[in-house]
């Protein structure tokens, strides 16, 4: 601990011993009454020009103790400094002015106030204090030995007063100096404990500030880790994206149909959450990897020829059949699909890519899950599979209206959707008619283009009986 902290410290414990001290002289306006009215009782006699003065000084104690101790003057260190010396030496005043009236004994006066100056932890306080009393002991001593001259003179041989005085100031003289010792030993370590605590507390205080440092550094590093973290996702879904983009280009509306879907697993997947069900796993995060895996259900359709994927007529059993491949495919390209973060996305998009053809009564495929055996991200990817299959156009056949695909769920609901989900795309129904609405004005003129520039395409490899 500085010079300079340690001065600051002191200097605010003298400010609260001064209003300590104001409060104490306020009690002593009471005094010189009280003294008063017990000498009106009481065989001991009081001199009552000593009693006026006594009041007298008390009043200019209190006077100046709540002038100096006013907001004016309670920052002024000068003042303060002043206003120590004085209330100790008023209150070494005070004492004394109790012994000439034969209320305390003698010894209090050199006792009394360097005992209660310790508590400013000032040490040359403490012999300022102890001098002041001393002088003011002898004067006591002095009048004391008058009347006890004068008490001997008439019942036994008298001492003169000389000898009562110095007789008297020899013992109190022996007893003053322990009384001194005692006060500057109590204010050296009063002093000292009160140091070592304020370097305590200033160690305290400075590893408090290294351990915010160093907090401050980990939300930093933290926050530089998220900032990557956030990065790296986003390339991810850059790439995912364009993984999207390349699995459209193999098929006619696969592109559109891929951003659709994605868009309706997080209403179907938000509205199940608010809805209550599932809460614990439909968390917003989950959502969002829902979300991102949804561009993924369909990449084993890249393993399907493309006149099969874009035929406009029904498919024979042999097509249906290598139609229904894809989701095995799927699986096998994302088993080499490297970890994502903790890996969680990938267990997902393997998920969707491989069950999101399974339904609940247990009559879909590849494995013919039953129920809750269909991982839930699946289920809810077949939902949104299903209902943009139902309002989007396709070759071989014109949009159904949002009224008639939420028949198609209602009829289909315990069957090949579960009845929670169900609920769910039934409550959202207005946000669903709003993504259509959106997603066909987008696409209407490209729809048309690519529809024309496919079948013109096509045509001729037809004709000639080439492999499509």
């Known amino acids: 601990m500085s010079q300079k902290e340690t001065k600051v410290n002191l200097e605010d414990n003298i400010q609260r011993v001064n ?9 002593t306006l009471l005094i010189p009454i009280i003294i008063f009215i017990a000498s009106l009782f009481s065989p001991i006699k009081v001199s009552f020009l000593l009693l006026i003065i006594f009041t007298v000084v008390t009043i200019v104690i209190n006077i100046i103790e709540f002038v100096l101790n006013s907001k004016k003057y309670r920052s002024n260190r000068r003042i303060q400094i002043f206003l120590m010396y004085f209330s100790t030496l008023s209150l070494s005043v005070m004492v004394t002015g109790f012994a000439l009236l034969n209320f305390v004994p003698i010894f209090i ?5 360097p005992l209660v100056s310790c508590v400013y932890l000032n040490r040359h306080l403490v012999n300022w204090s102890s001098a002041f009393a001393y002088i003011l002991m002898i004067i006591s001593v002095w009048f004391r030995s008058h009347d006890i001259y004068m008490v001997s003179k008439s019942t036994m041989k008298p001492f003169s007063q000389l000898m009562t005085f110095i007789y008297l100031t020899s013992g109190f003289t022996i007893e003053s100096v322990f009384a001194y010792l005692v006060a500057i030993a109590l204010s050296s370590r009063s002093t000292k404990i009160l140091r070592d605590f304020k370097t305590t507390l200033d160690k305290k205080t400075q590893f408090n500030n290294q351990l915010e440092e160093s907090k401050a550094l980990l939300i930093e590093s933290e926050e530089k880790r998220r900032s990557y973290n956030n990065r790296i996702q986003q390339n991810h879904f850059k790439i995912i994206s364009f993984v999207a983009e390349v699995l459209g280009s193999h098929d006619l509306f696969t592109g559109n149909h891929i951003a659709h879907t994605r868009a309706f697993v997080v209403i179907i997947a938000e ?12 968390t917003d995060e989950m959502i969002q990897l829902y979300s991102t895996a949804a561009f993924m259900h369909d990449i084993g359709k890249v393993h399907v020829p493309e006149g099969i994927l874009n035929k406009s007529e029904k498919f024979t059993p042999e097509e249906f059949e290598l139609m229904k491949t894809h989701p095995a495919e799927g699986l096998k390209l994302l088993n080499y699909l490297p970890k994502i973060d ?24 590849p494995q013919g899950l039953v129920g809750e055996e269909i991982p839930l991200s699946a289920r ?49 129904r207005d946000k669903i008619e709003y993504m259509n609405r959106e ?30």
Not at 271 to 282: S, T, V
Not at 380 to 398: G, W
Not at 447 to 457: A, G, L
Request: glycine residues 6%; proline residues 3%; hydrophobic residues 35%.
């Open 19 to 27: 209003q300590e001290f104001q409060k104490f002289f306020y009690f």
């Open 271 to 282: 509205q199940m959450q608010k809805d209550g069900h599932y809460a614990d796993i439909l």
């Open 380 to 428: 809810i990817m077949a939902a949104a599979d299903v209902l943009d299959a139902l309002i989007s156009q396709r070759l071989y056949k014109q949009p159904m209206t949002i009224d008639d695909a939420m028949n198609v769920f209602r009829d289909n609901s315990g069957s090949h959707f579960e009845p929670c989900i169900v609920e769910s795309v039934l409550n959202c």
């Open 342 to 365: 903790d890996g969680k996305f990938n267990e997902i998009a393997k998920e969707m890519a491989y069950s999101h053809h399974e339904k609940w009564d247990g009559t879909g495929y």
């Open 439 to 468: 997603f066909k004005r987008k696409e209407s003129s490209s729809n048309e283009s690519d529809k024309e520039w496919w079948q013109n395409f096509h045509k001729p490899l037809n004709e000639k009986g080439g492999e499509i």
């Open 109 to 113: 006066i050199f006792v009394l106030p």
